[in-house]
């Protein structure tokens, strides 16, 4: 199965579409791993409202979901170039995370809840790949 959604960049749209993800998804992954896939692109999509130039340009931001055997892959695409390509690579450990911090929690959370994260810049636009698999295994 393969979802293909597309958002503005606004905020109040997040919500919306992750909740719609997470009901056409229930039967894809265990709660723990449909939780955490929920976090994780609530995460994602705020960055990429906030920081990333699908605002500035007003292109929508492209989310699919494809679901097999093995897991969930989420792909969240925004328009920007200015995003460093190693924005993931080196991210706080959530033990090392303030939890009344108003920022600065959500590349850790993207991270460490998603089993394997590609991100890349290609054509002036940011691509995060997430995934999550049904069983438990550490491949990040």
């Not at 723990?32 to 692109?41: G, H, N, V, Y």
């Not at 995060?128 to 491949?139: G, I, V």
């Amino acid at each position: 199965m393969t979802i293909v959604l597309e958002m503005p960049p606004v905020l109040g749209e997040i919500d919306p579409l992750v909740v719609s993800l997470k009901r056409e998804l229930a039967d894809s992954l265990p709660e723990e791993k449909l939780s955490a896939l929920e976090i994780a692109i609530a995460e994602a999509l705020t960055n990429a409202v906030e920081h990333g130039a699908s605002a500035s340009v007003s292109q929508p931001i492209a989310v699919s979901a494809s679901s097999t055997d093995l897991g969930v892959t989420i792909e969240i695409i925004d328009a920007g170039d200015q995003v460093p390509h190693d924005l993931y690579d080196e991210v706080v450990s959530l033990d090392d995370i303030d939890p009344l911090a108003e920022s600065g929690r959500g590349l850790s959370l993207i991270r460490h809840l998603s089993d394997k994260l590609i991100f890349e810049q290609r054509d002036g636009r940011n691509r995060l790949e997430l995934q999550f698999l049904r069983a438990e295994t550490e491949c990040r």
